[in-house]
């Protein structure tokens, strides 16, 4: 009875595993083209809500910023 229980499971499992689908529900990345009198701080506050030192944070992470230097014309991709 356990094997026949245990079996059923893993199929199961298998078959969501299978026909999983993601949600999408983030949607496509998004890129911005800095403009002359942009900031990091500017950015975050006009593309996120709440505090703009996490999303700062995950600007720098995701397009592998190493200092807050932005240049007119670079492209960032918004997380």
């Known amino acids: 009875m356990f094997f026949r229980i245990l079996i059923v499971l893993l199929v199961a499992g298998l078959l969501v595993g ?3 689908r993601s949600s999408g529900g ?3 990345e998004q890129q911005y083209v800095v ?3 942009d900031t990091l701080w500017s950015i975050a506050g006009s593309h996120y809500a709440g505090d703009p030192r996490e999303a700062i944070w995950k600007l720098e992470q995701r397009n592998r910023l190493t200092g807050t230097t932005l240049v007119p014309g670079q492209r960032l991709v918004l997380p």
Request: charged share 10%.
């Open 18 to 20: 299978v026909y999983a």
């Open 35 to 37: 403009r002359a009198t």
């Open 26 to 28: 983030a949607g496509p």
